[in-house]
T-cell receptor, first 108, second 114 residues
Framework: TQLLEQSPQFLSIQEGENLTVYCNSSSVFSSLQWYRQEPGEGPVLLVTVVTGGEVKKLKRLTFQFGDARKDSSLHITAAQPGDTGLYLCAAGDDKIIFGKGTRLHILP | NAGVTQTPKFQVLKTGQSMTLQCAQDMNHEYMSWYRQDPGMGLRLIHY???????DQGEVPNGYNVSRSTTEDFPLRLLSAAPSQTSVYFC?????????????FGNGTRLTVT
């Protein structure tokens, strides 16, 4: 069974601070996705990483796929209240499974 | 653009009742799936389908049935609801199977079983 472990489970920080959240597995994946979910809505895809060691940037968000394609990180620079939400990583070659998520709260 | 449409948005059932959660997509996606989301548990895959006439079990399939008679529709049936099935249910679709095909989600059905 493929498992995706996300850490931390909860994170509450002040506006303007930097943060990193992690997604780890013992399995190797051909690609990995990050989603963000806001209350009352379904998750929305942020990025897909495909190549080991790949780094993708989305404005203040930086995503990295581990060299061995077993882990990934999401770094947010100068967090803003609009970044508040549930961040989920997902992977799978035939069926997509999700980690339990990191609930991020940015305090103004 | 409608995308993925789920109905109803809210439902309350008594233990033992049956119901069908509807999911429809207008993007001509072959892959569709159902997830349930519980506090602290993330999204857990119930059933998925790679095309019309083909379905398969996910991580937590017990107590749920699915069918895929058309590309557009993928209903989820609860035959005899139990309080453990209280959850928020999300339907998703994508053009291909597995990552890196992005999943497009509906806005969910919040189900309470008393």
């Amino acid at each position: 069974t493929q498992l995706l472990e996300q850490s931390p489970q909860f994170l509450s920080i002040q506006e303007g601070e930097n943060l990193t959240v992690y997604c780890n597995s013992s399995s190797v994946f051909s690609s990995l996705q990050w989603y963000r979910q806001e209350p009352g809505e379904g998750p929305v895809l942020l990025v897909t990483v495909v190549t080991g060691g790949e780094v993708k940037k989305l404005k203040r968000l930086t995503f990295q796929f581990g060299d061995a394609r077993k882990d990934s990180s999401l770094h947010i620079t100068a967090a803003q209240p609009g970044d508040t939400g549930l961040y989920l990583c997902a992977a799978g070659d035939d069926k997509i499974i999700f980690g339990k998520g990191t609930r991020l709260h940015i305090l103004p | 653009n409608a995308g993925v449409t789920q109905t109803p948005k809210f439902q309350v059932l008594k233990t033992g009742q049956s119901m069908t959660l509807q999911c429809a997509q207008d993007m001509n996606h072959e892959y569709m799936s159902w997830y349930r989301q519980d506090p602290g548990m993330g999204l857990r895959l119930i059933h998925y389908s790679v095309g019309a006439g083909i379905t398969d079990q996910g991580e937590v399939p017990n107590g749920y049935n699915v069918s895929r008679s058309t590309t557009e529709d993928f209903p989820l049936r609860l035959l005899s609801a139990a309080p453990s099935q209280t959850s928020v249910y999300f339907c998703a679709s994508s053009y291909g199977q597995g990552a890196p095909s992005p999943l497009h989600f509906g806005n969910g059905t919040r189900l309470t079983v008393t």
